[in-house]
């Protein structure tokens, strides 16, 4: 069965909420490298394909289509909303005629990475958030075919209602995210199938000379091992469209997780010594080796997690200094009963193997600081909610705020696949605008200032120990508070995720924040840690450390994109300037 969604692209100028001190650093729509007759050629020949309505060109209409959380953006000459794999190879042939370059983004809400922004001025940016159809479920081989416009939102919701024995893994990003979208440049999440691009299996991609290629098996007809098996015959292709301008995902296999016959949920608050940290990274890395965790957890620091539950604390902030010292970090802590390091993580398997697990996890965990496991509290049911009601007073009996707890069963169902907004609207806590409720987060909108970068890093004591402490002082000397989770991307490895939030109204905290973004990513690559993702700020240098893969990598566009048409620039690919 097909199932989709279908929204109407408004005309934004004037719909959406924001200051005008925003605004932009250029409103030209005219294409880059073109006239304003041709443009408008390419304009009337855009809206042929898939409808005036679904064609953006006007400079308040393409300004808001291109906000964005980083510093810097790129506003666009068209945004253009096509609703099938036609309309996009139709769009492209059309690029390469009129030498116009093509950005795609599928919902576009990888906030803090760059939204739906290019790396560069003018160009169409193609919005895939019409091609929102659910294809296929294989309940039996446990997998979904779907389109780039899909949600996890609607993808949990229609599973919850036709296939309810199947779980989808979620980001701990907005529930209207691409699923797609996110697994492509690599995303993230918390269940077993927390690693989204390793979920995918068998594509669609419209290839820049507007072919449609299908990776995995031949071009057309019936093949049952399509969302299978994810290897075909000969070289294996789909990596080539992750964090790639090589072609146009429109259609993806995805891994579904069978729901455990048991289900179970821990917090954990490190309260141990600081000279600990380093024996407890290695004692959970062992844990997961074990498979006694078989979640992927993000540990939070104390600002972290402070973030999520409160807004800044301006009143414990002295008149002159821009970021909390340590002893108004202390205080803040207390007020909200937050530890060190914190963490939630899902149990999964048979009642004897999470009833094994729950006493080992807690046997070695315990050593470091508090473990509470709150059993059946993901259940909707009294027994449920009884358990959930008693499970808060427990922790509220050890000092926890109400507003610390708030978050508890969004945490619990996130560790079912179940997406929320609740833990994205952190990126609010510095915002001059309250956190909205949830299904109304859209923080490029609202004008809130952030950025993310997350390096990859050995999961060994000495290796993430040292790199904190490399980072730490780079946030002091930028004057910013020091953000990060430690995301589990293996037992081999974690993500050091970075954090830099910023008043985007303010300038020199702008020019501050790019600084301390810079510095991390310099002392990164000088480490050995190459970032799990880039945003738009430092995509073009993506490839730079690894000159002898950027050249095969740029002799594959050359062959692919010879008119360099499709995202020219993103994550380092570029023929602009190869000779």
């Not at 199932?3 to 005008?20: D, F, Q, T």
């Not at 679904?54 to 909303?81: G, K, Q, W």
């Not at 031949?218 to 075909?232: E, M, Q, T």
């Not at 990126?427 to 997350?454: L, N, Q, T």
Request: hydrophobic content about 35%; aromatic content about 10%.
């Amino acid at each position: 069965m097909t199932i989709a969604v279908m929204p109407k692209v408004k005309r934004l100028g004037n719909a959406l909420h924001l200051p005008h001190s925003m605004g932009c650093s250029q409103m030209n729509t005219l294409a880059p490298g073109i006239s304003e007759t041709k443009t408008k050629v390419l304009r009337t020949q855009l809206e042929s394909i898939v409808g005036a309505e679904h064609v953006l060109h006007s400079a308040a209409d393409v300004e808001v289509v291109s906000r964005t959380n980083i510093p810097r953006r790129n506003i666009p000459s068209f945004a253009v909303y096509p609703e099938t794999a036609e309309e996009i190879a139709e769009i492209t042939k059309l690029a390469n005629e009129h030498s116009v370059p093509i950005w795609p983004v599928s919902q576009g809400k990888n906030w803090g990475y760059g939204s739906k922004s290019a790396c560069y001025p003018g160009g169409i940016t193609l919005v895939l958030s019409r091609m929102n159809k659910i294809v296929e479920v294989n309940e039996e081989l446990c997998y979904a075919v779907i389109e780039p416009g899909v949600s996890y939102g609607q993808l949990n919701d229609y599973l919850k209602e036709h296939h309810p024995s199947l779980w989808a893994d979620s980001s701990g990003s907005t529930a209207d995210a691409s699923v797609i979208g996110n697994a492509l440049d690599r995303g993230r999440g918390v269940t077993p199938y927390a690693d989204h691009f390793g979920a995918l299996c068998g594509m669609e991609v419209v290839l820049p000379n507007g072919e449609l290629l299908r990776t995995g098996t031949g071009p057309d007809g019936d093949y049952p091992a399509w969302n299978v098996y994810k290897w075909g015959t000969g070289p294996y292709v789909d990596g080539l469209f992750s964090q790639s301008n090589f072609g146009t995902v429109v259609k993806s296999g995805i891994w579904l997780m069978p729901a455990p016959e048991k289900y179970d949920f821990f917090v954990f608050e490190y309260t141990a010594d600081e000279s600990r940290f380093g024996e407890f990274l290695d004692t959970f890395r062992k844990l997961i080796f074990q498979g006694v965790i078989r979640s992927y957890p993000h540990l939070a620091n104390d600002f972290a997690m402070l973030c999520i539950v409160d807004q800044y604390p301006n009143d414990l902030l002295p008149e002159g200094r821009r970021h909390l010292s340590h002893e108004a970090m202390q205080t803040w802590k207390k007020r909200l009963g937050v530890s060190d390091w914190t963490f939630g993580c899902g149990m999964y398997g048979t009642k004897g193997e999470v009833k094994l697990h729950r006493k080992i996890a807690k046997k070695e965990l315990s050593r470091f600081g508090e473990v509470v496991f709150v059993g059946g509290c993901e259940k909707d049911t009294l027994k449920g909610r009884m358990m959930l009601k008693a499970a808060r007073a427990a922790l509220r009996m050890k000092g926890k705020t109400v507003k610390l707890l708030e978050g508890l069963p969004y945490a619990i169902r996130l560790f079912q696949g179940i997406p929320t907004d609740y833990f994205v609207r952190q990126v609010y806590f510095k915002s001059h605008a309250e956190k909205p409720s949830m299904g109304d987060v859209e923080p490029a909108r609202d004008g809130c200032g952030f950025v993310w970068i997350g390096p990859v890093v050995p999961f060994t004591a000495s290796h993430l120990t040292k790199f904190l402490d490399e980072v730490k002082p780079l946030y002091e000397t930028f004057e910013f508070d020091f953000f990060v989770e430690l995301i589990i991307e293996s037992p081999r490895s974690v993500i050091a995720l970075f954090g830099l939030f910023y008043d985007k109204q303010n300038e020199d905290e702008s020019a501050r924040a790019e600084g301390l973004y810079e510095a991390i990513r310099v002392l990164s690559h000088e480490r050995g840690y190459p970032p799990y993702r880039a945003s738009v700020a430092s995509s073009t240098k993506a490839l730079d450390c690894n000159p002898v893969l950027k050249d095969t990598l740029h002799g594959i566009k050359q062959a692919l994109d010879p008119n360099n048409i499709l995202a020219p620039g993103r994550y380092g690919v570029d023929l602009t300037n190869q000779k």
